[in-house]
């Protein structure tokens, strides 16, 4: 059964501060990793979806990378802003028989403070 | 287009009522999924359609959790007699394909916070 743990659990940085949160996956055999961003009392949503072929993707300011062989992936936030306050949770994606099934991570409270 | 949206988005029951929550998914998106998400707990899968067909229902905690999607767009998740370890946040994610065809993610609706009293 596929565990994920995300460390730190809650971080606090100054505004302007790259960060790096944390995933880690048991199963390598996974379809895809993604990271998803939730804000209080909101659903999901998608930040960044890396193949199981790929190493990382970016976008703006944001940069996940994904190394399946050791069952990790992090996600790189650049000069953040205090918008960027959030929860962010990883969520591997199965493969074989269960492709559809994310399994999530406990999340990463994030704060930046001004 | 509308997003993912679901109802109600605030639910207070009884212990021992029956509820009913409701997802519409973005129209035309062929795949569905439930989720629960307790506090502090990341979401965790319940169960997944593919038009009108139920195709995994694994991670239903019990037989007093139902869900149906008879004309595959709408999606109800019912729980019967409501326990208090049923507090959580209820999610419903779609997608257009059928999931595993393509590098997609799941759009999530807002959710529906259930507190069981």
């Known amino acids: 059964k596929q565990e994920v743990t995300q460390i730190p659990a809650a971080l606090s940085v100054p505004e302007g501060e790259n960060l790096v949160l944390n995933c880690s996956f048991t199963?390598?055999?996974?379809?895809?990793l993604q990271w998803f961003r939730q804000d209080p009392g909101k659903g999901l949503t998608s930040l960044l979806l890396?193949?199981?072929?790929?190493r990382e993707q970016t976008s703006g300011r944001l940069n996940a990378s994904l190394d399946k062989s050791s069952g990790r992936s992090t996600l790189y936030i650049a000069a953040s802003q205090p918008g960027d306050s959030a929860t962010y949770l990883c969520?591997?994606?199965?493969?074989?028989?269960?492709?559809?099934?994310?399994?999530f991570g406990k999340g990463t409270l994030l704060t930046v403070n001004p | 287009g509308a997003g993912v949206s679901q109802s109600p988005r605030y639910k207070v029951a009884k212990r021992g009522q029956d509820v009913a929550l409701r997802c519409d998914p973005i129209s035309g998106h062929v795949s569905l999924f439930w989720y629960q998400q307790a506090l502090g707990q990341g979401p965790e899968f319940l169960t997944y359609?593919?038009?009108?067909?139920?195709?995994?229902k694994s991670g239903l905690p019990s037989d007093r959790f139902f869900a149906e999607r008879p004309e595959g767009s709408v999606s109800t998740l019912k729980i019967q007699r409501t326990q208090q370890e049923d507090s959580a946040v209820y999610l419903c994610a779609s997608i257009y394909r059928y999931q595993g065809q393509g590098g997609e993610t799941q759009y999530f609706g807002p959710g529906t916070r259930l507190l069981v009293l």
């Open positions: 199963d390598s055999a996974i379809y895809n």
């Open positions: 890396i193949q199981s072929s790929q």
């Open positions: 359609f593919q038009n009108e067909a139920q195709l995994d």
């Open positions: 969520a591997a994606q199965g493969s074989g028989g269960s492709n559809y099934k994310l399994t």
